[in-house]
């Protein structure tokens, strides 16, 4: 079986759990880890080998790159500079995570512990599914968007891309949320959220629009 020897870019604690996801697939060999200023958290269980500087990746054999990045803009601008330099995005898929055969994964995609992605969903590039997240059958999310931990979106639902769908936030069938949106913690949305939109509550209102 080749083995795929991945830079991570990030070195926070999200890289601790996307660290941890990488390993469990016995095709990665994870070489180290960079950040903007070339320190890294506690315990991050992986060397902090320099600055986000995509050359390092030939210094020490890397072809593929993963960004371990919770900032939705920085993670984008992060994988085109990482793609410009010719490094392949890997995956980083936690072995507790569950996803249909039926589902398109994009590439950089985080599949956390206990995330559950079903049938005919859709995920863009750079996409986060995060711990315990559910996306339910027939969704599509679009590049760079984050599902925080214990979301739940309901069948059909559409987020758009550089969208935040907050902690806990619940998403009712077949609502779209827009282009750049964030969905507050622990909210319930059961209405279409206009792009780069902030809402919250129960049931979800808009509080600001950027």
């Known amino acids: 079986m080749p083995v795929m ?21 016995p095709r990665i060999q994870v070489v180290g880890c960079v950040s903007a200023d070339g320190s890294g958290v506690d315990h991050l269980d992986a060397p902090v080998i320099g600055r986000d500087d ?3 990746a030939a210094s020490v054999g890397a072809t593929h790159a993963f960004i371990a990045i919770g900032d939705n803009e920085i993670r984008r601008r992060v994988t085109e500079r990482c793609l410009a330099a010719g490094l392949t995005m890997v995956i980083a898929r936690a072995v507790s995570a569950v996803v249909s055969p ?38 599509l999310v679009g590049a760079f968007a984050h599902i925080a931990p214990a979301v739940a979106l309901a069948g059909g639902v559409e987020v758009g891309a550089g969208a935040l769908v907050g902690i806990g936030a619940r998403v009712i069938p077949g609502v779209s949320i827009g282009e750049g949106a964030v969905v507050g913690a622990g909210a319930v949305v059961i209405d279409d959220v206009e792009p780069f939109t902030t809402v919250v509550g129960v049931p979800a209102r808009p509080v600001e629009r950027r």
């Open 102 to 139: 039926s589902v398109q994964l994009g590439s950089g995609t985080l599949l956390a512990p206990g995330a559950v992605v079903n049938a005919a969903s859709r995920l863009g590039e750079g996409v986060i599914v995060n711990t315990n997240a559910t996306v339910d059958h027939d969704c």
């Open 54 to 56: 995509p050359g390092i």
């Open 5 to 25: 020897k991945v830079l991570v870019f990030g070195a926070g604690g999200h890289a601790r759990v996307c660290l941890d996801a990488l390993r469990d697939d």
